[in-house]
């Protein structure tokens, strides 16, 4: 760990396969707190690179626990967090409305580290109980649409690393990673990054993955689409920069999409608007978020009506039906 500190202290970069042995090193808790830490806290001195990310990436799938999802075309809708804006839990509350729409969900989280709750937090508290057991797992997608996998359930790494991150309190290179280590490796992603930068190298990493993907990105600093102002979207089969207005949604306030200062309220906002209770920019922003992962499965079709399918979902119950059924 000595020799790679002083190559990063010299700004010099890992390449893949240096990035992929020092993680699963990490995992194999071969370090102690202080080198581990140490190791983490260069990453903020600097971007990451492609090479890193893909060896970092490549560490973590190997290690992971896997999940077979027996041929089940399901997407993963998830951010990298990091973006500090105390936003509702967006992606997870549009994960049950593209399930209500019919869709296989298979959802991959973990607690929050820099934020006030993460979708672990939230599903925890409103009585999700994380597992790790594969029939399980594909029960809740059969019957639900939906599963989740708590991350330190299948990555040793995140496991390892959990504490530090926690005591750092920071964004660091492994919220990069959660969205790239989904253990199901599932054939559709949504991916949400919190800077442009990260879209670009997220495209480079999906376009050798074979997967339907779209990377969104709000162009005010958001991991998300928030409606706040521009967004970008790149996705396999297009790219392109919407203006709320240009899919008939309205230009929202930051102050409209909070998300409350404790896990009781996070969960509170999340069901309040599961329940049809929500308010126009909430519902608005879980609709075109939800409407852009409906789009992995049809790229054929208007964003525009890949929304109105999720509104469906949301305004006749079938997405609070969901987490009904996950959590009864």
Known sequence: MKEVLNKLFLHKTLS?????????????????????????????????????????????????????????????????????????????????????????????????VSSKCGSSNVLEYLGYVFTDEEDKLLKQIDEANLCFFHAPL????????????????????????????????????????????????????????????????????????????????KASTYERIYDPGDINMPRLNPTDLQGGETVEEAAEIFTTILKGEGTIPQNSVALVNAGLAIQCFKPEIALEACIEEAKSSLESGRALQVLKKLTR
């Open 154 to 233: 299948f990555h040793p790494t995140m496991k390892a690393v959990g504490p530090i991150r926690r005591q750092l309190g920071m964004v660091t290179f492994f919220n990069m990673l959660g969205p790239l280590v989904n253990p199901a490796e599932p054939p559709k992603q949504l991916a949400g990054v919190f800077n442009m930068e990260l879209a670009r190298l997220y495209q480079y990493v999906f376009q050798n993955s074979g997967k339907d993907y779209a990377i969104i990105h709000g162009l005010d600093g958001y991991d998300e689409v928030s409606l706040t102002g521009p967004f970008s979207v």
């Open 16 to 112: 893949k396969a240096e990035a992929k042995d020092i993680l699963i090193r990490i995992s194999n808790a071969e370090f102690n707190e202080a080198l581990m830490t140490a190791f983490i806290t260069c990453f903020k001195l600097r971007p990451i690179h492609v090479d890193e990310l893909e060896g970092f990436k490549d560490a973590l799938i190997e290690l992971k626990k896997p999940i077979d999802l027996r041929g089940i075309d399901a997407i993963d809708v998830c951010g990298t967090g990091g973006d500090k804006k105390n936003t509702f839990n967006i992606s997870t509350l549009s994960a049950f409305v593209i399930a209500g729409a019919g869709y296989k969900v298979a959802k991959h989280g973990n607690y929050s």
